[in-house]
């Protein structure tokens, strides 16, 4: 149901979502929505400016205006100051016909209390009260529905048609030259393993990676890709000397970019539940994806031709980022990941 408050014919929009990797990949099907809602419209998107890269260039957006991510509690730069309260100033200084907050936060409901606009438009009920500063408050959504559908119900209530297909358009193209990453000899597939993730609850055994790992090697004829953040080099390190095969570890070694124009190269890519689990599913790349705490079915990868692999256990999903006993990955087999992996290679061709 579309709100009936006028919108002039070339609305200015400002859409407000800031992170993370996931949520902002989460969030691509509701930009194709909003602009077919609104084809004439000039879209901003307010983003964090470690994930710009991933909207910049993007054929459905107007502008990009990254947010210096300022932690509380942390030194802040004389730069990053300046920088955030030009942004400050530039969103003051334009006014919008439409603010969208579909983070649901108090960080996003700042950005939104700063914006000029008569139409403030976002959930009702979300964390940290956030929803206080709306002028519509859209009833809450189901919290079992996947992100993708939940934020789509919102573009649904700003008047885009639930017929249209659901499109995960990246604004970067991943044209960087990985070549130079990998291995120049090695002919064989890439399958790409990704162990991190924020929650220490999420990680499977660094010995049960380094099994899996030697497997694709040995065994299916893959060549194996370690990826992560720098903050993952201590996860990655026990999983290469576990290890009897030689994989490639370029954990801490890439952007953004590099990242994506790997996952695209890739067959395969095993990940625990983290945000390049979504990039990889939204490139197209199909994934075998371990779940514990988290529910698949909110946040798993979204589309055909990924497996998920969890153990049916009656306290999973809990949704905690700590527990003394995390047996929902500690005791996931390894065999039951193989046999995703199996099934994923089997309808992508595997040899070398």
């Known amino acids: 149901m579309m709100n009936k ?76 100051l300046a920088a ?3 942004l400050m100033h530039r969103v ?18 700042v950005w939104v209390a700063l914006a000029k606009s008569p139409r403030k438009v976002g959930y009702d009920k979300t964390r940290e009260s956030s929803y206080q500063v709306l002028t519509e ?13 939940r934020y789509l119900h919102l573009a649904y209530y700003l008047g885009a048609s639930p017929a249209q297909p659901i499109r995960f358009r990246l604004g970067l193209t991943p044209k960087t030259d990985v070549s130079a990453l990998l291995p120049t000899n090695d002919p064989c597939p890439l ?14 055994p660094a010995a049960s990676w380094a099994r899996l790992g030697d497997w694709l090697i040995r065994e299916k004829g893959l060549q194996v890709i370690i990826t992560g953040s720098a903050a993952d080099q201590g996860l990655a390190a026990p999983i290469e000397a ?31 539940d983290t945000g390049p689990m979504h990039l990889a599913a939204a490139l197209g790349t199909p994934v075998a994806a371990l779940f514990g705490p988290t ?6 990868p979204f589309g055909p031709g990924h497996e998920i692999v969890r153990l049916d256990l009656d306290c999973s999903p809990c949704f905690k980022r700590r527990c003394p006993e995390p047996r ?25």
Not at 191 to 204: C, D, E, F, M
């Open 5 to 80: 408050a006028s919108t002039p014919s070339t609305p200015r929009i400002l859409l407000v979502k800031l992170s993370s990797l996931g949520d902002v990949l989460h969030s691509l099907p509701f930009l194709e929505a909003l602009r077919q809602a609104f084809p004439r419209g000039h879209i901003t998107w307010l983003v964090e400016a470690a994930y710009a890269p991933l909207l910049v260039g993007h054929p459905a957006l107007d502008q990009v205006w990254p947010v210096p991510r300022v932690r509380l509690g942390q030194k802040v730069r004389l730069q990053e």
């Open 84 to 86: 955030l309260l030009r």
């Open 92 to 109: 003051r200084a334009h006014p919008f016909d439409l603010v969208i907050d579909l983070q649901g936060l108090l960080k996003s409901a």
């Open 137 to 149: 408050r859209v009833p809450p959504y189901d919290p079992e529905a996947h992100a993708v559908r």
């Open 191 to 204: 399958v790409v393993l990704h162990p991190g993730a924020r929650w220490p609850t999420k990680l499977w």
């Open 242 to 272: 576990h290890m009897t095969e030689e994989a490639v570890n370029l954990v801490g070694r890439t952007s953004l970019e590099e990242l994506a124009g790997i996952l695209q190269k890739a067959r395969l890519a095993v990940t625990a």
């Open 295 to 300: 529910a698949p079915w909110r946040t798993g």
């Open 328 to 352: 929902c990955l500690t005791e996931l087999p390894l065999a039951a990941v193989q046999a995703a992996c199996e099934k994923i290679l089997a309808s992508e061709g595997n040899t070398c």
